[in-house]
């Protein structure tokens, strides 16, 4: 073999880089370190126990607040004072809650002057407890305070709306031309209240057809309103009498 192709076998191949300024990384191993074994996960789809421990009780607790809240509500309509009202109701429909009679009694409107009470002396949202007496088959209120009382049975409610209103008089003129001409004057010291309560008995809830029913029953005057008051005169609808008949509402 000639000297010049001998020399070329000898030499080791000599590649060209692929990628400039890049090299292969050397593998280097840490003195000392373990690769760590792989961590089983949890399995999908499983609650842990305590969570679930958790959202029981939350549970638990919320099925004992609303037996509390029924189990009041029939106390309250056992143990309390029971008066019936006549009623002046309307039938509109709660679009979130249904159908329901709106019910309004005497004691929804009260005069001021009937009571005593001076002009301005309550305003919106305060809280009015009325002390009640029976005359015939009405209950009339005979005394007004800003809670109720010891003695008698009373009802609260809220005031809604207050109007003022004022008494008006004819009285007779003479105008500069001899004619005789009749003015409408305020009378002096006539300036009264007039409230708008609310008690939390404005809506009684039924049916289409039942409440169709009750609608016509007020328009006849055969329908009463029965309330238990309690002694701190929170009012609670009991059920309603009917032609004289009593039909109360079951909680259970």
Known sequence: ????????????????????????????RV???????????PHEGRVPMNAALRLLAL???MSLVLAAMVGLHAQARRSGTEIRLETEPVDPRDWLLGYYVQLQTPLHRIDTRDLGLM??????????????EERGAAWTPVEA???????????????????????????ERQTESGETVIEQRPV??????????????????AD?????????LRNQGRLRLIVSLSDSGDAVIKGLEIDGEDHLDTVF
Do not use: K
């Open 188 to 205: 002096e010291g006539s300036l009264h209240d007039v409230l708008t309560l609310r008690y939390n008995l404005e809506r009684y809830y």
């Open 145 to 171: 305070a800003r809670e109720s009382g010891d003695g008698g049975v009373w009802i609260c409610g809220r005031v809604e709306y207050r109007f003022e209103m004022t008494e008006f008089e004819e009285v």
């Open 59 to 61: 549970c638990l607790a």
């Open 31 to 41: 003195a000392g370190r373990r690769p760590r074994p792989a961590q089983a996960q």
């Open 1 to 28: 073999m000639p000297l010049c192709l001998r020399h070329l076998v000898r030499q080791p191949a000599q590649h060209r880089r692929l990628l400039p300024g890049r090299r292969r990384p050397a593998l280097r």
């Open 208 to 216: 289409p057809e039942t409440a169709a029913e009750l609608d016509t």
């Open 119 to 132: 002009p301005r002396e309550w305003d919106t949202g305060d809280r009015l407890c009325l002390r009640l």
